[in-house]
């Protein structure tokens, strides 16, 4: 019975390929054009086009990102937006489909679990 729950699912996704790109902005999703603050928006064609292999080397080469990395892996690094330097591990807040990706000792995100 699920599977076939999936499948009519599935057929219904794929007729409606089209949805309007949103910004997670705190709880509530805004569309990009009302923000009020500086936003970059990648896809995947910009992932293709960039040739990175993890998404701090993909965001270091946006503006004012800068990627610090303590060990050479994307488990131990950081990144730097608009120069908030040391703090910059604590406070850049990394979202994944709305899921909170910071560690809750303020360590960090562990990139390495964030698929391109």
Known sequence: MLTSINSVANENASK????????????????????????SLITAEDIARTGANSLPELLSQLANVTLKSYTGNAK?????????????????????????????DLSGVDFSLINL
């Open 16 to 39: 409606h390929n089209s949805i309007e790109e949103i910004i997670v902005s705190g709880l509530l999703p805004e569309p990009m054009h009302r923000l009020a603050s500086s936003a």
């Open 76 to 104: 131990s690094s950081s990144i730097d937006i608009r120069g908030s330097g040391a703090t910059s591990v604590s406070n850049v807040l990394v979202l994944v489909d709305g899921v909170k990706m910071n560690a809750s």
